[in-house]
């Protein structure tokens, strides 16, 4: 299993109706079949610069890299992401034990 | 319920015995009454610089406060984190749905 997930920070202001059309937006990611368990996040620690993340899991590499070609990844990617996400960093994790 | 993440990178060589026991060492703060859901975690990304992640979930602003004056908390980050522990940023997660 591999747990993508992005913190980022949006330029809408806090709160307004530009930052909860974004979020809703998002929902889209979740109808294409490789996603699972996919999370909307607020982020709330004051030591990095980031208001929200989002969180999804993959069965596999090839999940992983089937979602990133996916249409309608791409096309939120281009029509929203792009446009109003003024910072982001990705961190894809897969659980283990020592 | 939040979600108390930090990616990390150590000093140690990848793969080494050092690495290994520092890891291994991690495993007393599962004991902490107010710790859940503790993973060990890869960081398989290449757009971030760290290697590993721990993440736990807390009931509760103040177990999260509780865990972070704990004493095995205290000591694992005195006596491991700061010596071990070169680079990480820590990301605290509150699930919502939009």
């Given at each position: 299993m591999i747990r993508h997930t992005v913190a980022f920070k949006l330029k809408?202001?806090?709160?307004s109706e530009a930052e909860a059309a974004f979020l809703e937006a998002a929902?889209?990611?979740?109808?294409?079949?490789?996603?699972?368990?996919?999370e909307w996040l607020r982020q709330v620690s004051p030591?990095?610069?980031?208001a929200f993340g989002f969180s999804m899991e993959f069965a596999s590499q090839q999940d992983y890299e089937s979602y990133n070609v996916h249409p309608e990844h791409v096309r939120f990617v281009e029509t929203r992401w792009k446009p109003e996400v003024v910072d982001f960093l990705e961190i894809d994790y897969v659980p283990f034990e020592p």
């Open positions: 809408h202001a806090p709160g929902r889209v990611l979740t109808t294409i079949a490789a996603v699972r368990n996919f030591k990095n610069p980031f």
